[in-house]
């Protein structure tokens, strides 16, 4: 049976600007063929199991050919696989899509075309200017800017110079001086206001802002590079009015997200959103123990027990999956009361449609088992890391409460990114974020002894996780309470200084 093939736009770079139909298909791709300068991010969408194809790089650095991308979609397609073809900005736009579709049709392969955000569009909003304003400019042309090795840029400056409006340039940015000065000797003024965005809608993006005349000598001072956009036209002098991109507080700030992959997203979109260039390197992956009989031992008889208490959402997803496997569901759970650390794990109990009976005024382990104690004596279950903090057990047993610990996960350092933190920490002026006393013994084993981190500002969740980050000399600012909203006012208060 032949499959399908889906060419979808990624858009300019930020990873928001993906389409929600976009999205959708890259949660169902069992095969997705990409770019090189598609983001990372995206790639987590798609299911474990989709193999994916990078096409932007093979072992000798050179770009695959593309004809035998088109190949690729054809030979993928015909072994009956639901393929997406991941493509930066628009693929019909400069994307060499239609070539794609050539191949395809000629087979008789069925497929579908998902735009996307162009960066001809989005580059030069985030830089603060409208390709378009009433004022300005009422039309629009986009120009590639690239030619063949060898070979002139086949631009119609003439007719650009004289139908007015914007001008935006992709691929030009090696071409810029011919670009101007094609504009030039069209008769366009030295004096027409021009810009040049780098790495447009990513929080690298840079930006310079000048006139017609003068804009390459400054690109080539500022030394901007490719992917960048050109944009001529008097829209181009809206730039320092209407930036609202390089506004955003933690814009030029780089912060490194230590939480597991899994649980990194709502820190991870909040920097992002606020301006900050995050770079994950999770310090920890929990590992789900699918074989524990302990753990279905006590779901077997799940009401002998009064409370269980959770002290992660690792934990709530662990305990209900296992729970699911051995036929019950949480109707087994009639009577027995439900305790959560903090908010985020009472929020995994939510989207089980079950509320924490108790959650403690400070978010930890500590406060949690205090409360514990104040409302039972047990028997209380604790479905937990292997190497959990040691003091839930430790409390819970001063106080003359009766519990049964058991592991149902454990925690791993997966070493992702490892050189490029490292590089980030020899340079300086990057932030490190840690949200579990686990993420603080992760990254500190992931150090090469004698790491220099003395211009390094360390921001931690919680009292607990702050302890941990003493325990190895690391003298760190605490949020308010052990939250992410938190965690990003600390950001943001430090930001400010």
């Known amino acids: 049976m032949t499959g399908k093939v889906t060419l979808v736009g990624a858009g300019p770079g930020d990873p928001g600007?993906?389409?929600?139909?976009?999205?959708?298909?890259l949660r169902g791709a069992e095969v997705v063929v990409y770019d090189r300068l598609i983001v990372p991010e995206l790639l987590e969408l798609l299911p474990p199991t989709a193999e994916r194809i990078d096409v932007g790089k093979q072992a000798d650095c050179h770009p695959a050919p593309q004809w035998r991308i088109n190949e690729i979609l054809v030979e993928k397609a015909l072994e009956g696989k639901n393929v997406v073809r991941l493509k930066g900005g628009d693929p019909f736009l400069f994307g060499r899509g239609g070539e794609e579709l050539d191949l395809l049709a000629e087979h008789h392969i069925p497929f579908e075309v998902v735009p996307g955000v162009t960066s001809a569009i989005a580059a030069p909003a985030y830089g603060g200017i409208p390709v378009t304003h009433r004022d300005y400019a009422s039309s629009l042309h986009i120009v590639t800017g690239h030619a063949k090795a060898g070979s002139p840029l086949r631009i119609n400056f003439r007719a650009l110079a004289e139908a007015g409006g914007t001008c935006v340039f992709l691929m030009g940015v090696s071409a810029l001086e011919r670009i101007c000065g094609g504009l030039l000797e069209a008769g366009m003024a030295e004096n027409t206001p021009a810009a040049v965005v780098e790495r447009g809608t990513l929080p690298g993006q840079r930006k310079v802002v000048s006139t017609l005349g003068r804009l390459a000598e400054e690109a080539r001072r500022a030394e901007l590079h490719s992917p960048a956009v050109i944009v001529v036209g008097g829209v181009a002098a809206l730039s320092d009015r209407f930036d609202w991109f390089d506004a955003l507080p933690l814009k030029?700030?780089?912060?490194?997200?230590?939480?597991s992959k899994r649980r990194a997203g709502a820190l991870r979109s909040r920097l992002r959103e606020l301006g900050a260039d995050v770079v994950d390197?999770?310090?920890?992956?929990t590992v789900p123990r699918r074989e524990n009989p302990a753990l279905e031992q006590c779901l077997a008889q799940i009401n002998r027990f009064d409370w269980v208490a959770f002290t992660s959402s690792a934990g709530v997803e662990v305990f209900f999956d296992a729970l699911w496997r051995l036929g019950m569901d949480g109707r087994a759970l009639s009577g027995v009361k439900l305790a959560a650390v903090g908010p985020s794990t009472a929020q995994a109990l939510e989207t089980r449609h079950l509320r924490a009976d108790y959650v403690p005024p400070v978010y930890d382990t500590e406060h949690l088992a205090l409360g514990l104690a104040a409302r039972t004596k047990g028997p209380v279950l604790l479905p937990r890391a292997a190497l959990g903090s040691p003091i839930l057990p430790r409390v819970l047993e001063e106080q003359g409460v009766a519990f049964t610990d058991v592991p149902v996960y454990d925690t791993v350092f997966p070493g992702e990114n490892a050189d490029e933190v490292r590089s980030l920490l020899a340079a300086g002026e990057t932030?490190?974020?840690?949200?579990?006393?686990?993420?603080?013994?992760g990254f500190v084993n992931s150090l090469e002894p004698g790491t220099d981190l003395s211009r390094v500002l360390w921001l931690c969740i919680g009292p607990q996780t702050a302890a941990e980050c003493a325990r190895h000399g690391i003298r760190t600012r605490v949020a308010r309470e052990a939250t992410v909203p938190a965690l990003v006012d600390l950001i943001l208060d430090a930001a400010k200084e």
């Open 252 to 259: 030029g700030r780089t912060i490194v997200v230590t939480r």
């Open 431 to 441: 932030w490190v974020t840690f949200t579990s006393a686990s993420t603080v013994r």
């Open 281 to 285: 390197y999770p310090c920890i992956e």
């Open 17 to 25: 600007l993906l389409t929600r139909k976009g999205e959708a298909a």
